[in-house]
């Protein structure tokens, strides 16, 4: 009796520390800067500035699997790279892509050169973009429903999207609890500031 409830002590206290890792590894990546513009219902308006961006393909192979090769040093100067978030997911000519943003100080130097020849770098475009957020695990069903979503409101307020919705995830795939996760489209907007 002593033993199982020294055994049920045990793993209650392991799963509770993995749970407080996964939560405290969730919150200490540097994330890509932008400022909130507008709120506006269920839609947020955000100004991004010109961010330096990892990219790939599917048609490559696993799109995490390569990036993530890359920052952890599969590059040029052999340089690991600090992980951030969000990781941008999205279809470009019926191919998934991945993108990872590089930290900030790459803007000031040059990010590694890839060693792989499917990874490209390249700074994006500064740009105004609504988004909308939502929780769990991220699956083909809430991209659908949360994309539909963010249209809605996007046409309910008279704004013109400018691209296609891209998911944004900001957690690891460990962390359980206050999952977040956003459809971002880019959109004309005049900043009346």
């Not at 704004?159 to 999952?179: A, E, G, H, Q, W």
Request: net charge neutral; hydrophobic share 35%.
């Amino acid at each position: 009796m002593k033993f199982q409830m020294m055994t049920k002590l045990k793993v209650f206290t392991i799963v509770f520390v993995s749970l407080i890792s996964c939560w405290t590894m969730g919150q200490r990546y540097e994330s890509q800067p932008y400022e909130v513009l507008q709120n506006i219902d269920d839609l947020e308006i955000r100004f991004y500035p010109p961010a330096m961006m990892a990219k790939t393909k599917a048609n490559t192979g696993n799109p995490f699997s390569t990036l993530f090769r890359y920052i952890s040093g599969d590059n040029q100067n052999n340089e690991k790279i600090e992980m951030t978030t969000p990781v941008y997911m999205y279809q470009e000519d019926g191919t998934s892509a991945m993108e990872f943003v590089l930290p900030n100080k790459y803007m000031e130097k040059d990010a590694p050169t890839p060693s792989a020849a499917n990874v490209k770098i390249y700074e994006s475009k500064p740009g105004y973009y609504a988004a909308v957020r939502y929780g769990g695990y991220s699956n083909a069903s809430k991209v659908k429903i949360h994309t539909d979503r963010l249209m809605k409101e996007i046409q309910k307020h008279d704004l013109k999207s400018i691209s296609n919705p891209v998911v944004l995830s900001y957690d690891s795939p460990y962390k359980v609890m206050n999952r977040r996760n956003e459809i971002l489209v880019e959109i004309s907007y005049a900043d009346t500031d």
